[in-house]
């Protein structure tokens, strides 16, 4: 291994943004992820919408100088900060300008100047509360008795990523219920009867699930052994949950080497009348 592949490359990114930044945030990651050995400190600057806001803002940048990358819609507050990262001799970036001077040419349309307009108090907003608040009111088999109202119920063993995917899923708007497997009980009649919503499998690894498992008894402190982390519960853990899957004609999703938002995705694509890299057991 050469030095150069050992040590990472520390750097100032500062992210200036008149609404709440989570846009521009999640751009920058994807940006930043496609650099190996790079390392961003993030400075996040949301709801900078007055001269007084942004002034406090190129105080701080001036202190650690790096790349600006900015999501400012007013036109005055725009010239100023480009104004004040050419003073200060830094990259100044708008992220969206690209992408917005490409579509408003398709389109022919002319630019809204109203900010944060994409967390409108709409019936999309209310949409996504509603499902957020269903996820939370029936995760881990909770709920049961309206089951069915859910657009997708997740199904797995213990620490298959059910309820941060059901999560995730409740923002995007949609409504997911998840429920556990137990070893030595059988799942619900209203699980094996559901007919409205969309029951995905989740499955993994013995040998994943177990470096999970044993990471989560150690935040609680929990040493003692148990069928839990065994080798061979695990694995018949698994393959039980597995052919309850193939029997019932459940499409299944292996998250052994899937972040939750690629679950989540693969969700969505099975949602959407999609199949993608989903493997379709029965």
Not at 156 to 174: D, E, M, N, Q
Not at 196 to 210: E, H, K, Q, Y
Not at 256 to 276: I, P, Q, Y
């Amino acid at each position: 291994m050469t030095p150069a592949s050992r040590y990472a490359t520390y750097f100032h990114v500062h992210l200036v943004s008149d609404s709440t930044g989570e846009t521009l945030n999640a751009m920058a990651r994807a940006v930043c992820a496609r650099f190996e050995n790079v390392l961003p400190i993030e400075h996040i600057y949301a709801l900078v919408r007055s001269p007084r806001q942004l002034e406090r803002a190129l105080t701080d940048i001036e202190a650690a100088p790096g790349v600006v990358i900015h999501t400012i819609v007013d036109d005055e507050l725009r010239a100023a900060l480009e104004e004040g990262c050419r003073k200060l001799d830094m990259a100044c970036i708008p992220a969206l300008d690209p992408l917005v001077s490409a579509l408003s040419r398709y389109l022919g349309a002319a630019l809204t100047r109203r900010v944060g307009v994409q967390h409108a108090l709409d019936n999309d907003y209310f949409n996504r509360m509603d499902a957020l608040n269903y996820a939370i009111g029936h995760d881990d088999g909770q709920g049961g008795q309206d089951l069915d109202q859910a657009d997708v119920v997740l199904v797995g063993v213990s620490r298959t990523s059910k309820t941060p995917t059901c999560i995730y899923l409740a923002h995007r708007g949609v409504r997911a219920a998840n429920v556990p497997l137990v070893p030595g009980r059988a799942p619900t009649e209203k699980l094996l009867t559901l007919k409205n919503a969309l029951i995905v499998g989740l499955t993994i690894s013995p040998d994943r699930l177990i470096q999970i498992r044993r990471n989560r008894l150690l935040s609680l402190k929990e040493d003692r052994d148990s069928t839990y982390i065994d080798i061979e519960a695990v694995r018949e853990e698994t393959v039980a949950a597995r052919r309850l899957y193939e029997r019932m004609e459940w499409p299944v999703i292996d998250v052994t080497r899937r972040s939750v938002e690629e679950t989540a995705a693969a969700v969505l694509n099975l949602l959407n009348g999609g199949h993608g890299q989903i493997e379709v057991l029965g």
